[in-house]
């Protein structure tokens, strides 16, 4: 009865029929299709925020409920050595919050891929994204920067009469007077090798501060530059006016700060967010200040990539899209405190009438520098174990700054970075 | 006389002075979890342990999941020691009894376990437990920690094992019963006190161990004390009090069950030790 | 059972049965033993990193070559070679006296036992906890007690003459106990007869000890001496938690620069070379023993 022709109609109609059908129904069962993403990263173990971010994150289950989020907790420590562990393995989380070291070595080996997508169309970005973009990709977005600042307790500064630091010396004048009219600890500071990634990472504040460039204009690795030297003098002078409680790791002297026997600190919003809440000190006791030096100092930050071991690299990209997105960046910004964000999201009122001293750490993020090496990013942590090494031997040994940094400039040039 | 006395207070003073060297740290891991942190980190610790602070102690405890690590810890440690029993016995044995080609280099293998530090096996380790499905999974610790108490085991099993004279083996062995019962049947009972030993080493082993377990598994419920107690030091803060209280907890299983094998011990090294 | 029949007693079954046993744990020592230090070793001759385990190339022995280069390399094999020689002789002789001093029945000698054996028994996590706190600086009860009486407050993990001696100290507590327990097993074979005939002879202690006791308890010291060297060469989570290697690597011991190489460097060949290090050093010291002991059957069969 049917025409061939009207048969092949049919047949073609049926066809077109039957793909677009299947298509739609593949489209759907991919979206609907349930995901379970790993996100790795230290703050979960965090007593203070790591709940908190959770709960933000876990907002994204609203926006896409086909997604399933999982922690994967690994304390800070040991959190570099694992994650490394695990993607050189072919393992290892869907997404990972990275300190910027660790960033740019998995960046270095491959491990992260390109999450432009995430990002197409997003205006409001701000500068703590720069750094995410290696060789031209995308590999990774801002989760949070930490600015240091110079911390200090109010009522104790106060009651000892003392003056808020805006130099070295001032700083250690200062430290010893509120030490001897209120028995309190002057000052908090990392200063041991065994911390090396702290110590470094704090140490560039004083590095900066006195104007310090590890590399010079040709990019050739300069270390005892005059710079340098002044700032190891200087971090000397502080270590042996004993104001620092030596010998302390540094949640021991945060520790010490929280529990209101401490004066002055060098530390970051993170760490400052901690001390200001719930202890002995309250956070309307805590100020900052801009830190003691003539330059801008440092930040800490924590870059998002996603791994190319990821099975399911595209639905981690599209949880990356909804993190820089207004919804997630209003959620993150209830959980991180003062840190800045990917995008410029201000502090809640009720947070910033609670917490004064978060202004300062806002100001200072401004011009603030990242702790790792230009064009060294991947290697600092091994040439600053070097420079450490030298400023442990100047402390502990009274080592001569500059003979000391001589010789570690003599141990770069040797390994040949 | 008068030497024999002042023998004895010398003795005495010793012991005493011994003691207290051993047991100082766990006094003030006590005191220390009894402290407020205002006294820890201001006034001066208080030397004897304040029981009246107890409540404070396990409430600030309270958000600390130690008893599912306790669990984790106890799962690791005993699948350890009976792993390393099993495959011990079965070396000591072979090692005691037989003198077959290779038994120098099998003995030289086991000692050499004794020298690897795990940082070294770590990397091609994991490696293969991606390959084997065994990460995030605590059959993979208990595999491999018996590595390194299984030559433990194995040899204080065969020290035991050659004070056993072999005609005890031999009736059996005439009546054709198999090896492996002679083995379970005969020699260890023989030797329970030997086995006891071994069995504490690796249980211990297993109950101590931080490395792998931090390395191997991803989910946080899987945790043993070991990992749980590290993830406790903060990035931020040492809520010093909690941290000691936990560590408390930690230890004092292993002190009882090591408390009540002891006399086991003794008597187990016995049987091999003069032997050497 | 008729005679013969079983498999055991046929020729070739009683060649097999030594096999049959020692095959299943060497079998499993193989696989996650041998077969990853095997790939360590060959590691060491290539430049592999963590990053790329699978990438590295042949190099030869350029790593080792690099570290006979450094100058560190030998502090670190010093400290590695004292350590394991300090802990011997302090834990060894600590042991030997606890043992000693309660062998014989006092009132409340189980107590006093239990509580000696606490070092060995307590995890190393919660033993580097709590003496990092004891040797705190500033708020630690060893600092407090030198106060009270007077006296300077000592830097016990900063200073780089305290550091090597603080950790040696949370060492021997650790080991001690060990020490303590093989000795005492072997005390008690030692003939009380013998002992008192002795000492009615005449004999003051140290002699009685000497002629007597240390015969018995010879081939329990050194065994143990082996031990004690071999796991301190091993050692690794008491020196990290507590001093991290430092201060200036006056605790860097091989292990923690196998640690250290590996993790921040990601340099996976020179680890495993400081690693091939360690065990040579390990099986010297094997040899040391196994030649004492030869030496020492002789003499005690004289």
């Given at each position: 009865m049917f025409t061939r022709a009207r048969r092949s109609f049919l047949t073609g109609a049926a066809a077109l029929i039957a793909t677009a059908a299947t298509a739609m129904t593949l489209n759907a069962s991919h979206a609907q299709e349930p995901v379970t993403l790993v996100i790795a990263n230290s703050q979960w173990v965090d007593a203070l925020r790591g709940k908190n971010l959770w709960n933000a994150v876990q907002q994204y289950q609203k926006a896409a409920p086909n997604v399933t989020l999982v922690q994967e907790a690994i304390p800070s420590a040991e959190f570099a050595d694992k994650i490394t562990t695990e993607m050189a393995a072919g393992q290892g989380p869907d997404i990972a919050m990275m300190q910027d070291g660790l960033f740019y070595t998995a960046a270095d080996a491959?491990?992260?891929?390109?999450?432009?997508?995430?990002?197409?169309?997003?205006?409001?970005?701000?500068?703590?994204?720069?750094?995410?973009?290696?060789?031209?990709?995308?590999?990774?977005?801002?989760?949070?920067?930490?600015?240091?600042?110079?911390?200090?307790?109010?009522?104790?500064?106060?009651?000892?009469?003392?003056?808020?630091?805006?130099?070295?010396?001032?700083?250690?004048?200062?430290?010893?007077?509120?030490?001897?009219?209120?028995?309190?600890?002057?000052?908090?500071?990392?200063?041991?090798?065994?911390?090396?990634?702290?110590?470094?990472?704090?140490?560039?504040?004083?590095?900066?501060?006195?104007?310090?460039?590890?590399?010079?204009?040709?990019?050739?690795?300069?270390?005892?530059?005059?710079?340098?030297?002044?700032?190891?003098?200087?971090?000397?002078?502080?270590?042996?006016?004993?104001?620092?409680?030596?010998?302390?790791?540094?949640?021991?002297?945060?520790?010490?700060?929280?529990?209101?026997?401490?004066?002055?600190?060098?530390?970051?919003?993170?760490?400052?967010?901690?001390?200001?809440?719930?202890?002995?000190?309250?956070?309307?006791?805590?100020?900052?200040?801009?830190?003691?030096?003539?330059?801008?100092?440092?930040h800490q930050q924590i870059f998002l990539g996603v791994s190319t071991h990821s099975k399911h690299q595209e639905a981690a990209i599209d949880f990356l899209a909804w993190l820089v997105g207004p919804e997630g960046q209003a959620a993150l910004r209830e959980a991180s405190g003062p840190d800045a964000l990917a995008t410029d999201v201000p502090v809640t009122e009720a947070f910033q009438a609670a917490n004064p001293w978060a202004e300062t750490f806002a100001e200072l993020a401004k011009d603030s520098r990242s702790t790792l090496i230009p064009g060294y990013e991947v290697q600092t942590t091994q040439i600053m174990r070097v420079v450490m090494e030298a400023v442990e031997r100047v402390l502990v040994a009274d080592d001569d700054p500059q003979a000391a940094l001589t010789r570690a400039q003599r141990k770069i040039d040797a390994k040949r970075f | 006389m008068t030497s024999t006395i002042a023998l004895s207070i010398f003795r005495y003073v010793l012991i005493a002075a011994l003691v207290a060297f051993a047991g100082f740290p766990i006094y003030w891991m006590a005191s220390t979890a009894l402290s407020a942190n205002s006294e820890l980190y201001s006034t001066g610790q208080v030397p004897w342990p304040q029981l009246q602070k107890l409540p404070e102690l396990i409430s600030a405890m309270a958000g600390v999941p130690i008893g599912r690590w306790l669990f984790n810890t106890f799962l690791i440690a005993c699948g350890t020691t009976v792993l390393s029993l099993l495959l011990g016995s079965l070396a000591g044995y072979a090692l005691s009894r037989f003198r077959f080609r290779g038994r120098g280099l099998v003995g030289f293998l086991l000692f050499m376990t004794q020298v690897v530090p795990e940082a070294l096996i770590l990397v091609p380790l994991y490696a293969m437990f991606i390959t084997l499905g065994l990460l995030n999974n605590l059959m993979g610790l208990v595999l491999a920690n018996v590595g390194f108490s299984l030559p433990v085991a194995a040899f204080i099993l065969k020290s035991a094992m050659d004070s056993i004279p072999y005609e005890i083996e031999e009736s059996a062995i005439i009546d054709n019963c198999p090896r492996f019962g002679i083995l379970s049947m005969i020699v260890l009972p023989l030797i329970m006190p030997s086995v006891a030993a071994a069995a504490v080493i690796a249980f211990f082993a297993g109950w101590n161990e931080f490395l792998f377990a931090s390395t191997f598994l991803m989910d946080r419920s899987l945790w043993p004390t070991s990992v749980g107690l590290a993830s406790f030091i903060g990035q931020y803060e040492t809520p010093l009090s909690a941290v000691m209280g936990a560590a408390l907890l930690f230890s004092v299983p292993a002190i009882v069950f090591f408390l009540l094998i002891q006399r086991q011990i003794v008597a187990g090294l016995t049987a091999g030790a003069v032997k050497g | 059972m008729t005679p013969g029949s079983s498999k055991w007693l046929s020729g070739r079954g009683k060649a097999i049965a030594p096999y049959v046993f020692i095959l299943p744990p060497l079998a499993y020592l193989a696989v996650f033993m041998f077969w990853p230090l095997a790939r360590q070793m060959w590691l060491s001759l290539t430049d592999t990193r963590l990053t790329n385990p699978n990438g590295g190339s042949f190099v030869g022995l350029e790593n080792y070559q690099w570290l006979f280069d450094d100058p560190e390399f030998y502090t670190t094999l010093n400290v590695t070679v004292l350590y394991a020689a300090v802990t011997v002789v302090l834990g060894v002789a600590l042991g030997t006296i606890s043992a000693l001093a309660i062998n014989r029945p006092f009132p409340g000698r189980p107590l006093a036992r239990a509580i000696m054996l606490f070092g060995w028994a307590v995890p190393n996590v919660a033993a580097s906890l709590i003496w990092l706190w004891m040797y705190n600086e500033r708020s630690g009860v060893f600092n407090d007690m030198l106060a009270s009486l007077g006296l300077d407050r000592v830097s016990w993990l900063t200073s780089t003459h305290m550091a090597f001696s603080s950790i040696v100290a949370v060492t021997v507590w650790q080991v001690a106990p060990f020490v303590m327990l093989v000795v005492l097993a072997a005390l008690q074979s030692v003939p009380d007869e013998v002992r008192e005939a002795a000492r009615v002879d005449g004999a003051d202690a140290l002699s009685v000890f000497r002629a007597v006791t240390l015969p018995h308890i010879l081939p329990s010291l050194q065994l143990v001496s082996l031990l004690v060297a071999v796991w301190s060469i091993r050692r690794f989570d008491i020196i990290y938690l507590l001093t991290g290697g430092g201060p200036i690597g006056s605790t860097s011991t091989l292990v923690v620069k196998i640690r250290q190489t590996a993790f921040e460097s990601h340099e996976l060949g020179v680890a495993s070379a400081y690693g091939a290090i360690g065990l040579i050093l390990a099986l010297l010291v094997a040899f040391v023993h196994f030649v004492t002991d030869r030496r020492r059957q002789k003499w005690m069969a004289q």
């Open positions: 491959g491990f992260l891929v390109d999450i432009g997508k995430a990002v197409e169309g997003v205006e409001n970005l701000n500068a703590t994204n720069d750094h995410g973009v290696v060789n031209g990709k995308r590999l990774g977005i801002a989760w949070q920067r930490a600015v240091y600042a110079l911390i200090y307790n109010k009522p104790l500064v106060d009651k000892a009469g003392a003056k808020v630091p805006v130099n070295v010396d001032e700083l250690i004048a200062s430290s010893q007077a509120v030490h001897q009219a209120t028995g309190a600890i002057g000052f908090i500071s990392r200063h041991q090798v065994s911390d090396l990634t702290g110590f470094f990472m704090d140490f560039q504040n004083w590095a900066y501060g006195y104007g310090v460039n590890w590399v010079d204009s040709d990019g050739k690795l300069t270390i005892d530059t005059p710079e340098a030297v002044a700032a190891v003098t200087a971090f000397k002078k502080m270590y042996d006016a004993r104001i620092i409680p030596v010998g302390d790791d540094f949640p021991t002297q945060r520790t010490r700060f929280k529990e209101a026997q401490v004066s002055f600190g060098i530390d970051n919003s993170g760490g400052t967010l901690n001390i200001a809440s719930g202890a002995a000190l309250a956070p309307g006791d805590l100020a900052a200040a801009p830190l003691p030096f003539q330059h801008p100092g440092a | - | -």
